[in-house]
Protein backbone atom coordinates (compact mmCIF):
# COMPACT_ATOMS: atom_id res chain seq x y z
CA UNK A 1 0.00 0.00 0.00
CA UNK A 2 1.10 3.79 -0.24
CA UNK A 3 1.17 4.04 3.39
CA UNK A 4 3.56 1.28 4.32
CA UNK A 5 5.51 2.59 1.10
CA UNK A 6 6.00 5.77 2.58
CA UNK A 7 7.19 4.05 5.96
CA UNK A 8 9.84 2.35 4.45
CA UNK A 9 11.04 5.28 2.78
CA UNK A 10 11.10 7.24 6.04
CA UNK A 11 12.67 4.09 7.69
CA UNK A 12 15.33 3.22 4.85
CA UNK A 13 16.99 6.99 5.14
CA UNK A 14 20.65 7.46 6.27
CA UNK A 15 21.96 10.24 8.31
CA UNK A 16 25.40 11.96 6.73
CA UNK A 17 26.78 11.86 10.03
CA UNK A 18 26.30 9.34 12.80
CA UNK A 19 27.22 11.88 15.72
CA UNK A 20 24.01 13.82 14.12
CA UNK A 21 21.16 10.98 15.39
CA UNK A 22 21.47 12.71 19.27
CA UNK A 23 19.87 11.70 22.33
CA UNK A 24 19.46 12.95 25.83
CA UNK A 25 18.13 11.32 28.95
CA UNK A 26 14.58 11.78 29.54
CA UNK A 27 15.74 13.32 33.34
CA UNK A 28 17.11 16.19 31.71
CA UNK A 29 14.61 18.00 29.79
CA UNK A 30 12.15 17.44 33.19
CA UNK A 31 14.40 18.79 35.89
CA UNK A 32 13.03 22.07 37.89
CA UNK A 33 9.51 20.63 36.69
CA UNK A 34 10.59 20.76 32.72
CA UNK A 35 11.91 24.31 32.78
CA UNK A 36 13.60 23.71 29.53
CA UNK A 37 10.56 22.60 27.58
CA UNK A 38 8.83 25.94 29.57
CA UNK A 39 11.78 28.09 27.76
CA UNK A 40 10.62 30.38 24.81
CA UNK A 41 14.86 29.87 23.76
CA UNK A 42 13.85 26.32 23.50
CA UNK A 43 10.75 26.70 21.09
CA UNK A 44 12.92 29.10 18.76
CA UNK A 45 15.18 27.09 18.50
CA UNK A 46 17.75 29.87 20.08
CA UNK A 47 20.63 28.65 22.17
CA UNK A 48 22.19 30.81 24.91
CA UNK A 49 25.42 28.69 24.40
CA UNK A 50 28.25 30.94 23.10
CA UNK A 51 30.57 27.88 22.21
CA UNK A 52 29.65 25.54 19.65
CA UNK A 53 30.95 22.19 19.17
CA UNK A 54 32.36 21.33 15.32
CA UNK A 55 28.88 19.80 13.98
CA UNK A 56 26.77 22.49 15.14
CA UNK A 57 25.34 21.94 18.55
CA UNK A 58 26.12 23.92 21.25
CA UNK A 59 29.12 22.48 23.11
CA UNK A 60 27.21 22.51 26.28
CA UNK A 61 24.42 21.04 25.22
CA UNK A 62 23.07 17.97 27.23
CA UNK A 63 22.45 15.59 24.20
CA UNK A 64 24.98 13.24 23.45
CA UNK A 65 25.75 10.96 19.90
CA UNK A 66 23.64 7.81 20.05
CA UNK A 67 23.22 4.79 17.54
CA UNK A 68 19.41 4.20 18.62
CA UNK A 69 16.51 6.28 20.39
CA UNK A 70 14.14 4.51 22.92
CA UNK A 71 11.13 7.09 22.71
CA UNK A 72 10.76 10.35 20.75
CA UNK A 73 9.15 12.99 21.86
CA UNK A 74 7.28 15.61 19.27
CA UNK A 75 8.16 18.73 18.77
CA UNK A 76 4.42 19.99 19.12
CA UNK A 77 5.29 24.05 20.55
CA UNK A 78 1.43 24.75 19.59
CA UNK A 79 0.14 22.59 22.82
CA UNK A 80 0.64 24.63 25.85
CA UNK A 81 4.03 23.65 27.69
CA UNK A 82 2.39 23.01 31.39
CA UNK A 83 0.73 20.10 29.50
CA UNK A 84 3.38 18.42 28.02
CA UNK A 85 5.56 18.25 31.55
CA UNK A 86 2.42 17.28 33.20
CA UNK A 87 1.82 14.32 30.04
CA UNK A 88 5.65 13.20 30.11
CA UNK A 89 6.11 13.56 34.31
CA UNK A 90 3.29 11.32 34.52
CA UNK A 91 4.47 8.77 31.95
CA UNK A 92 8.30 8.56 33.55
CA UNK A 93 7.30 9.18 37.28
CA UNK A 94 3.74 7.40 37.71
CA UNK A 95 5.53 4.27 39.66
CA UNK A 96 8.07 6.29 41.91
CA UNK A 97 5.73 8.33 42.42
CA UNK A 98 2.72 5.80 43.67
CA UNK A 99 5.23 4.12 44.93
CA UNK A 100 6.42 6.84 47.73
CA UNK A 101 3.05 8.43 47.86
CA UNK A 102 1.78 5.18 49.34
CA UNK A 103 4.41 4.76 51.35
CA UNK A 104 4.09 8.00 53.50
CA UNK A 105 0.31 7.50 53.58
CA UNK A 106 1.47 4.73 55.43
CA UNK A 107 3.68 6.09 57.69
CA UNK A 108 1.51 9.39 58.25
CA UNK A 109 -1.32 6.71 59.65
CA UNK A 110 0.87 4.84 61.57
CA UNK A 111 1.85 8.10 63.15
CA UNK A 112 -1.57 8.83 63.71
CA UNK A 113 -2.42 5.67 64.98
CA UNK A 114 0.22 6.08 67.54
CA UNK A 115 -0.04 9.76 68.66
CA UNK A 116 2.68 11.20 66.98
CA UNK A 117 0.15 12.62 64.63
CA UNK A 118 -3.51 14.69 65.22
CA UNK A 119 -6.55 13.07 63.88
CA UNK A 120 -7.58 15.37 61.22
Not at 85 to 99: C, T
Request: proline share 7%.
Amino acid sequence: SNESSIIRRISDQMLESPELLRSVRASVPLQLFGKMLREKTVATGRSRATSVSTIGFPANSPSFPTTSIDHFWSHNWGAPSLAKVLVLLLNYNSYPAAVIGTLCAAMGASLSCFGILPYF
